[in-house]
Every structure is written in C-alpha cells, then in structure tokens.
C-alpha cells in the first residue's frame, strides 16, 4: 500500500496525544479538512478508473509499435492520460469557503443539476401537471492556483420565448481569490449566504420535491446580488461571510399583482439586470461546524430600498418612502447523528417607512411591514443497500409573508393567517448524483393547495 502524505497527516492527527495535543475544536475542524482532501482523492481515483476502463484493450506485447529508442512497453501502451480534475460539484460553486485549493491538471470543469416534477392537487385534478422545473449549468475555471471563475445558467420550465413561462437567467457570474486557506475574496453576482436552501439548493441537498417555503416566501430562492465579500474558516470550525452588494428595488411593487404577497423580497430583487444600487446594502453570515454532523448558523441582511427614484410609473418609494428598508434574518441549526438528518430554521424580514407608500397603493397589494416563517424537519435512512438510499422524512413549517402592515387604518389593511403545512415523503438516491422523490403536502389555512408531488432531480 503505498503511503500518501494524506495518510501520514491522518496518522499524525490521531498521534498526537497528552501535553501536546489540540483544543477538541481544533482536531474536528482539522478532521474535517482532511476528510474534505479526502473526498477529493475518492473522486480523483474515481476519473482515473473511468479513464482507464475507456482505452482498448492492450495487444500483445510481440505486436506493439517499435521506436527509435526501442520498443513500448505494455505498462507504457496502457498508462492513463495525465489526472484531469474532477467535475466540480454546485456546492463547490455555492460555498467558495469550503473549496480546497486547486492543484489539478486540468483547470475548467462543468458542474450542473436539473429538476422535473409532477404536481396533483387533491382538490381540483384538472391542474395536475408535470414541469421541467429547472436546469442549470454551470463552468468552473482555474485561472490560478488561487483564482477562481465562476459562471452559473438557469433555465426554468423547459420554454424560454416571450409567449412562454420559462425563464433563462445568469445564477452566478463571480472570481473568487483565495489569500491562503482560511481567507478568500469574491466579487461578481453571487449567491446570499442566508438560511440553507439558498447555498445549497441541488436536487440531493434537500428532503420533499418542492423547496420548503420559508425558504423560498421568506428568504427568496435563488436570491442572489452583484457585490464583494470576504469570506473564510477557522480552526476552531467558525465560517464567516460577510460583503457590500446591491439591495432590493421597493420602486418594483406592483400593486396589482399577487407576487408580493406570495413572497415580498422575490418581488423586489434585482438579480444584476440594470440593478439599481444608489442604495447599497450589507450583509454577514456565520457558521459553526466545530463538531463533526453539526451545522449552527445565521445571517443578517439589510439595505436600504427606495434609491431616490421618483418615478410615477413605478410605486415611488422615493418620495413616498424614501427611508425603507429592508432587513432580513435568519437562525439555522442541522444535526446529522447516525442515521438521522434534523434541522429547524426560522427567518424575520422587516420594511419600513411603508405608511405613506401603501397609502398610495391603496386597493391593491400592500407592502407588508413584518413578514417571517420557521420548519422543522426530521429525515432518517431507513434502508441502504448498495447504491440505494431510502430516507423517509417529515417537515413542519409556519410562515406569514404579510403578519403586519404600516397603514392607517381606514385602509382596512388585515395581516394574513399564518399558513401551516406538513410534508411528509421520501427521497431514495440512485448513487451520488440521482435521487427520486415522493410526498404529500396538507395545508392548513388553504386547504386547495393539498397535493401529491412526484420528481426526479440530478447533480453532477
């Protein structure tokens, strides 16, 4: 067996004994790190067979080609191209602080994932439907050692055209550069660090066929800005981001519409086209992963909203609330012991200096003052058995996308009910990179939205 510097930094990680030993959060946050280079190995090996597999046969030693320095050898007829660098993952992509740096031959690699599902209401069948949800794909590029680029395409719902649903957009465009291990830089349009979902949203990385919905009405899904971070990891397993970027747009409220109510911030955001940034907003988020399973973390967002516009064909918030803003938090906690998979969530958004605006929105759709959600969810493999593995779960989840508004009260503004749904199903993966999903949704305060979903979801 031939010993790697991996194993060697393995040996030496549980040798290290009594006077001279680490903190418990140092050697869990180096355990992490190195089963992390370890991954990499797995997956490095991984192409390298796959490489090997894909030559022809080898012909017989009496048959190879002569050259001038004498004849090729069967070892050197059959040896492997050089080691070219796995395919990055959308985690990779997502979370720029937990990527090893690159030392591989081969500096561009695709990444992507897609999603289909079938959707039956109990209630009115005739709206049974089957969607294309999302494919995504995405490229990697090395520039240097440090140096990163990242570009990320979506398209939704199968039919891009301006008769269609779908939509085509730019997820991600950003270059990340890394000072040393534990510190990096990013710019671009990327991803905001807020809750779970909105990092990692792959079909693998989440429990039922839809997104949960505090994590799509509350925290928007995938809510991205054009800005700059810094970002990086401690000994002690702490994750940290923080960055200045581009915030929402309250000028973009329409009040007759019904989007602003199904989720507030999904309505108003920007996504980089034509963003407008006379406001700029800031955000930080933190992660303890001291412990190896244990996720704890939260973030907090803020910026103002209006950007001066004053503008009749838009909702002018500049004249009528030119001191909104918009604040968005969130706390998460996710525990993996064994064969468990728990996690709870909660997010609370605020905009403020609304009073004069609704007074102008006035018999349409309001913008609501507080809105915020929580889940709780508990997942567990029940049955493995070669590349298969069936995890049963169920989710509990509250969330009001309007439980308060600023208006007078001869608007007759009332908050919403606080809608509460139970998902209960089952993910079954087919290897690392399919999963099949099952589950049903019952719905508390609209009891029309019951229904069945099915899906399908790949990552690569």
């Known amino acids: 067996m031939k010993i790697t510097p991996l194993c060697l930094a393995l040996a030496a990680l549980f040798s290290t004994g009594g006077a001279h030993a680490a903190s418990d959060a140092k050697l869990l946050a180096r355990f992490e790190k190195l089963a ?38 069967a070892a050197q007829a059959t040896a492997p191209a050089p080691i070219l660098q796995p395919a990055a993952t959308p985690t990779a992509a997502s979370e720029p602080y937990t990527s090893p740096l690159s030392t591989q031959a081969n500096p561009t690699s695709f990444f992507g994932y897609g999603e289909i599902s079938y959707n039956r209401p109990f209630r009115n069948q005739s709206q049974t439907q089957i969607d294309v949800r999302r494919v995504v794909l995405g490229v990697t590029h090395q520039a240097s050692e440090r140096t990163r680029i990242v570009t990320e395409l979506e398209f939704e719902h199968a039919v891009t055209s301006a008769s269609d649903s779908g939509e085509a957009a730019i997820e991600q465009v950003y270059v990340e550069h890394r000072l040393n291990d534990n510190v990096g830089l990013k710019g671009g349009l990327f991803l905001i660090p807020l809750g779970f979902l909105n990092l990692k949203h792959e079909p693998l990385t989440y429990y039922g066929v839809e997104r949960n919905f505090v994590e799509t009405a509350i925290i928007p899904s995938t809510w991205r800005e054009v800005g700059l971070s810094a970002f990086g990891v401690s000994d ?13 747009d309250l000028n973009k409220w329409d009040r007759s519409s019904t989007e602003g109510q199904e989720s507030p911030l999904a309505s108003i955001h920007q996504e980089g086209q034509f963003a407008r940034s006379n406001n700029m907003s800031a955000y930080a988020a933190l992660s303890w992963r001291g412990t190896p399973g244990l996720d704890v973390g939260a973030g907090l967002f803020s910026g103002k909203a209006s950007h001066k516009v004053k503008d009749p064909s838009t909702a002018n918030a500049g004249q009528y609330a030119s001191g909104a803003r918009v604040t968005l938090w969130d706390a998460h906690a996710r525990w993996t012991p064994g064969n468990w998979d728990l996690a709870a969530l909660y997010a609370r958004g605020t905009i403020t200096d609304t009073n004069e605006l609704n007074v102008q929105l006035a018999g349409g759709t309001l913008v609501p003052k507080t809105f915020f959600g929580w889940y709780t969810q508990a997942a567990y493999r029940i049955w493995e058995h070669g590349e298969y593995q ?3 779960f169920a989710r509990y989840e509250v969330f009001n996308t309007a439980s308060g508004y600023a208006a007078p009260a001869w608007i007759g503004a009332s908050p919403l009910q606080d809608e509460k749904v139970l998902t209960t199903g089952a993910n079954l993966k087919v290897g690392e990179n399919v999963v099949l999903k099952a589950d049903v949704q019952r719905f508390q305060v609209d009891r029309s939205r019951d229904r069945l979903n099915l899906g399908i979801g790949y990552q690569f």
């Open 390 to 392: 069936l995890s049963p």
């Open 236 to 248: 002690a397993g702490l994750r940290w981001d923080v960055g200045v970027t581009s915030g929402f």
């Open 36 to 73: 992390a280079e370890l991954e990499a190995v797995k997956a490095e090996l991984k192409t390298v067979k796959a490489q090997v597999a894909a030559q022809p046969a080898s012909p017989p030693a009496t048959s190879l080609p002569q050259t001038q320095a004498g004849p090729v050898t």
